[in-house]
């Protein structure tokens, strides 16, 4: 009878504190499982980075020389490229 008693007053001082300090406990565990996480978070986000990109080409705006990715290139013939429309335009007026 004596266990029982230490074990219920064991008891009752338990969730005496862990309802007097939930939040620091929570704060805690939070703490615990952020810490814990970000290598795995890190290698998977590296991983779908690396599939996401695709190799595109530069190339070289004929106006200003920018280099830029072909499939963000505004082309007039097959060959000449520009990185806007505004360079575009500007070599058209010259001519």
Known sequence: MK????????????????????????????????????????????????ESLKETPLVKCAECGVWIPQDNASNIKSEVFFCSQKCGTRTSVRK
Do not use: D, M
Not at 21 to 40: H, T, V
């Open 3 to 50: 266990w029982l008693v230490l074990l219920f007053l064991l008891f009752l001082l338990v969730v005496f504190i862990t309802a007097r300090y939930r939040k620091q406990i929570n704060a805690a565990i939070f703490l615990w499982k952020s810490l814990q996480k970000p290598s795995e978070k890190k290698a998977e986000k590296q991983f779908e980075n690396r």
